[in-house]
């Protein structure tokens, strides 16, 4: 029997509705890094301070990505993406009018747990209605959004913060929501949820939050020269017992025995190690290119946007390379590229200047979307079905956490420093030895694929 290869219109605009609240998120959140400078005097807050702008946005995504596979069984799709639409908007009436930092907070709160439903929901839709001959195609346009939108918030925000001021980055991503709104609407099936009366294990979700709460606190208090003792026994204690529920109870939640998998495993390491140069290296390198150059926010925005948007649009066709070819060829070839790009940022990072990062910026986009996406990938396609669903949770919530304590490590390696130019190359060298194990992690993968 023939396995069907076309892919109803009416899902293919599910897909880009739901894709589109991704990329609004995203696209918002990279967006703020550029208007540091000018929210640390509107504020009153350090640049430290500011980097949770960032950091506490990333978070809520991973923690409401926790709760993907149970969202998944719970509500319908159409619920789902209401939803994310109407906490988006939340978002962006809270962030939008804020007059104080911490209100500012509880704006980009509401916006992480939007994207944290929307993001999922995008890669479950092409899990379960798209054909297993157009999987590695369709999971790469996913996959365009993840990548795209964190290069383009730069030059968005840099844009804005130099002509309309830093609020309109808030209230102009209402254009992509109602397009959003608006494609979902007509598309998105009235039917009722998988299981309606599915439970949660809220004690497992709230030790897990607490888990990657406190962890990412106890690194940002690093920049104070000292360990916050209490916090790091808070964490140290959440992650036991959630791991200990986790194992023992009845209720599923996030299957982390995925983890002893040595499939799942070597592929989840370097995937995150990716997101975290990726989301760290766009907050650093938007204050590199100003504080250590001189650069204006549009310009030091847009250092990022070649790079990412030729990598990102080609992400289908890196998808299908994995069709055609398998996985081996764009991991080992992305990753070198990655690698060869962070060697020169690490080596000239006193010298580098607007024009040669912008094309160093290239290569290492173009390295690191080939690698990211595929990787997620192949996982998947080699586990089981029942497998498949909380794997995907597991690697987005991996992606958001990457981000955010990446967003965090980075603000603790320039604060230490009083050169912005040493701070990134410090930052790269940290880069760069993610390159070189993520070789050894894929020649270990495709052992195992034996």
């Not at 301070?49 to 799709?77: C, D, G, H, P, Q």
Request: aromatic share 12%; with cysteine; glycine share 8%.
């Amino acid at each position: 029997m023939t396995q069907p290869t076309t892919i109803p219109k009416h899902v293919i605009k599910m897909i880009v509705a739901a894709a589109l609240m991704g990329f609004a998120g995203i696209m918002s959140e990279t967006a703020m890094n550029v208007t540091f400078p000018k929210l640390s005097v509107v504020f009153g807050v350090s640049m430290e301070k500011l980097a949770w702008v960032t950091t506490i946005y990333l978070l809520m995504v991973a923690i409401m990505m926790t709760l993907s596979a149970y969202l998944r069984r719970r509500f319908s799709e159409r619920t789902l993406f209401l939803a994310s639409v109407s906490i988006f908007v939340a978002g962006i009436l809270v962030g939008g009018t804020a007059t104080a930092f911490p209100v500012l907070l509880v704006g980009r709160v509401f916006q992480g747990i939007a994207a944290g439903i929307a993001l999922p929901l995008t890669f479950n839709i092409i899990l379960e209605e798209v054909p297993l001959a157009k999987l590695g195609t369709w999971m790469g346009i996913g996959s365009l959004v993840v990548s795209i939108a964190p290069s383009i918030g730069p030059t968005y925000g840099g844009l804005l913060v130099d002509t309309l001021g830093w609020r309109a980055i808030f209230f102009l991503t209402l254009i992509l929501v109602a397009i959003s709104l608006v494609l979902g609407i007509s598309s998105f099936p009235k039917k009722e949820a998988k299981e309606p009366t599915a439970k949660l294990d809220i004690v497992q979700f709230l030790l897990l939050a607490c888990a990657l709460t406190t962890s990412l606190i106890v690194v940002s208090e690093l920049e104070t020269g000292r360990l916050n003792i209490p916090v790091f026994i808070a964490f140290l204690l959440s992650l036991g017992l959630f791991i200990y529920k986790s194992l023992t109870s009845k209720i599923e939640f996030l299957n982390i025995r995925l983890f002893a998998n040595p499939l799942f495993l070597l592929a989840i390491i370097p995937f995150v190690m990716y997101q975290f140069a990726n989301i760290g290296g766009n907050y650093l390198i938007p204050n590199y290119l100003q504080l250590g150059f001189g650069v204006t926010s549009l310009f030091a925005g847009l250092a990022l946007l070649p790079g990412s948007l030729i990598a990102a649009l080609l992400n289908p066709w890196f998808g299908k390379l994995y069709d055609d070819r398998g996985a081996k060829l764009p991991l080992y070839l992305g990753n070198f590229l990655f690698t060869i790009s962070l060697a020169i940022m690490c080596i000239w990072a006193h010298s580098l200047g607007l024009v040669l990062l912008t094309v160093t910026y290239i290569v290492f986009s173009f390295g690191r979307v080939m690698a990211f996406g595929n990787m997620q990938t192949a996982t998947i396609a080699h586990l089981s079905k029942d497998d498949g669903p909380h794997a995907l949770a597991l690697f987005q919530m991996m992606n958001q956490y990457g981000g955010s304590i990446g967003t965090a490590v980075v603000a603790l390696i320039s604060s230490s420093q009083t050169d912005i130019k040493q701070a990134f190359q410090y930052t790269n060298l940290l880069f760069l030895l993610f390159g070189f194990a993520s070789f050894g992690l894929f020649y270990l993968l495709f052992y195992q694929y034996k």
